[in-house]
């Protein structure tokens, strides 16, 4: 199995700063990788897909790079509503199973 | 407006059965495929089997492979999950999920609000 390695664990940033969260695969993944954003008590939303793709309706300011190993997702300016818990999904070997990392808590500093 | 709504999670006891419903509105039900997405507590997000729109592929997380079965009702717009000689382990928040295409990647663009289930003596 793929294991998706999210970090940091937790990441303090002020409202309105820029905000990079990492997620490593331990084996090529390709491009076939997604975010999503989880605010507490609330069901996960999808942010990106193929790795660099907004879904609809996902503001501007969040962008994801990367390919392979190395993926980054970088929120441009903060808002209230962004702090929360992101996990990166890879999808590569699909149907045989996706995989999740644990998740990067994002919060207020 | 897309809502999912789960149901059926309940406090079970280990080697029981039980079985999950999701209620589907708001788009056309049978031009997606369908995921089961499980978070234990405090935990991270697990996939745990999808189905495509026509119910005719249906894959499942080793970590349930022979036990769940995933099911759906194009005409009720329902999704089914049976869970068979659950086991602590399943203890989780299930997350009934639309995929972005009829089959296909695994991506998941509308959550329900989940059904918490318990598996305990």
């Known amino acids: 199995d793929t294991v998706m390695t999210q970090s940091p664990a937790t990441l303090s940033v002020s ?47 969040f962008s ?23 996990y990166c999904q890879q999808y590569n070997n699909w149907p045989r199973g996706c995989t999740f990392g644990q998740g990067t808590k994002l919060e207020i500093k | 407006e897309v809502q999912l709504v789960e149901s059926g999670g309940m406090l079970v006891q280990p080697g029981r059965s039980l079985r999950l419903s999701c209620a589907a509105s708001g ?22 089997s999808s189905i495509s729109w026509n119910s005719g592929t249906m894959h499942y997380a080793d970590s349930v492979k022979g036990r769940f079965r995933i099911s759906r009702d194009n005409a009720e717009n329902s999704l089914y999950l049976e869970m068979n000689s659950v086991r602590p382990e ?24 989940g059904t918490l289930v318990t598996v305990s003596s």
């Open chain 1, 64 to 86: 994801g790079s990367g390919s392979g190993t190395e993926f980054t997702l970088t929120i441009s300016s903060l808002q209230s509503e962004d702090f929360a818990v992101y």
């Open chain 2, 27 to 48: 788009f056309i039900f049978d031009d997606y495929a369908m995921h089961w997405v499980r978070q234990a507590p405090g935990k991270g997000l697990e996939w745990v």
């Open chain 1, 15 to 61: 409202p309105g700063e820029r905000a990079t969260l990492s997620c490593r695969a331990s084996q090529s993944v390709g491009s076939n990788l997604a975010w999503y954003l989880q605010n507490p008590g609330q069901a996960p939303r999808l942010l990106i897909y193929g790795a660099s793709t907004r879904a609809i309706g996902v503001p501007a300011r």
């Open chain 2, 90 to 113: 399943d203890t989780a928040l299930y997350y009934c999920a639309k995929a972005t295409a009829a089959a296909g990647y695994p991506l998941f663009d509308s959550w329900g609000q």
